[in-house]
C-alpha cells in the first residue's frame, strides 16, 4: 500500500489532534462533551451528513449520554469517540481504496 505525502500529513495531524482531545476529556470531561445539535454541525463541517450520528448510535459505534431525567433533557456525545470513529473511517476508506 502506498499512500502520498498528503494523506500521511493529515494522518499524523488526525492522530495528534486526537491525542489532544483525549487529554482534554481526561483532565475534564465536561469539555469533551457536545451537545447533540452541535455534533451534528460538527458532522457537517466534517463532510458527513447529521444523520450519520443516528446510524452510528444505532450501530453502537456512538454511545450519547442524556442528562437529567426530562423527557426533553439534552443528548451529549463525546468528542473524542467522533473524532476518533471519523478518523477511523477516513482511514479505512484509504486503506480499502489501495
Known amino acids: 500500500m502506498e499512500i502520498t505525502l498528503n494523506q500521511l500529513r493529515n494522518i499524523i495531524s488526525a492522530s495528534a489532534d486526537i491525542g489532544v482531545q483525549r487529554y482534554i476529556k481526561t483532565r475534564d470531561p465536561e469539555d469533551d462533551r457536545i451537545k447533540q445539535e452541535d455534533a451534528k454541525r460538527y458532522l457537517e463541517k466534517m463532510g458527513y451528513q447529521p444523520i450519520m450520528l443516528k446510524r452510528w448510535r444505532r450501530d453502537n459505534l456512538l454511545v450519547p449520554v442524556k442528562m437529567g431525567d426530562s423527557r426533553n433533557s439534552a443528548v451529549w456525545y463525546s468528542l473524542t469517540e467522533i473524532k476518533e ?11 480499502m481504496k489501495q
Request: net charge neutral.
Open 85 to 95: 470513529l471519523i478518523f477511523s473511517l477516513q482511514t479505512h476508506a484509504l486503506i
